[in-house]
């Protein structure tokens, strides 16, 4: 069988290893080599920072609503946040679209249905889903804001 793994490091590098399993074909000579490869790869793009994220990119698709939103920070995220957005809730089709545009988290939340619908050009079924993303990312930010304002009230 093939195995493999892939993590990005903090420097933006992309670091693949795959160890390969060879067995050969008759079973009384049965013969196992493993390789393993190291490759490094580069992200780059002229739209964005390619510095490793930490901050949460939720799955909001079909999501439950379980997640932990006191680190939910849209408005501060970058292009290349927005971008992992888009890809981790099924629309990594108009990733390059909104990168091009320069959409970050702010960007994001101020765009209107006639944008988006520019941004996927003219696809109406994509459109309404990426501003249903939006408005449930609303939607959390505002849950998590509101509590922390009656949690201030408190103290």
Same mark, same amino acid.
């Given at each position: 069988?093939?195995?493999? +793994? ?6 933006? =590098?992309?670091?693949?290893?795959? +160890? ?5 074909? &008759? ?15 580069? /992200? ?21 609503? %379980?997640?932990?939103?006191? +680190? ?7 292009? &290349?946040?927005? &971008? ?7 629309? !990594? !089709? ?8 320069? /959409?970050?988290?702010? !960007? ?10 520019? %941004? ?7 459109? %309404?889903?990426?501003?249903?993303? /939006? ?5 959390? =930010? ?11 009230? /408190?103290?």
């Amino acid at each position: 069988g093939v195995t493999g +793994e892939m993590n990005l490091m903090d420097n933006g =590098v992309t670091n693949h290893e795959m +160890e390969f399993k060879v067995e050969s074909a &008759a079973p009384d000579e049965l013969k196992t080599r493993d390789l393993l490869v190291t490759t490094n790869n580069t /992200i780059s793009s002229p739209n964005y920072d390619d510095s490793c994220s930490s901050r949460l990119i939720p799955r909001l698709i079909d999501s439950t609503g %379980l997640c932990d939103t006191r +680190e939910l920070v849209p408005d501060q995220w970058n292009v &290349a946040e927005v &971008a992992q957005f888009l890809r981790v809730n099924d629309c !990594a !089709a108009y990733c390059d679209s909104f990168s091009q545009k320069n /959409i970050d988290g702010k !960007a994001l939340f101020t765009l209107t249905k006639e944008d988006i619908i520019d %941004l996927t050009e003219m696809k109406v079924g994509p459109s %309404l889903k990426i501003c249903d993303l /939006i408005e449930q990312l609303k939607n959390k =930010v505002n849950k998590t804001q509101d509590r922390m304002k009656s949690f201030k009230k /408190i103290l």
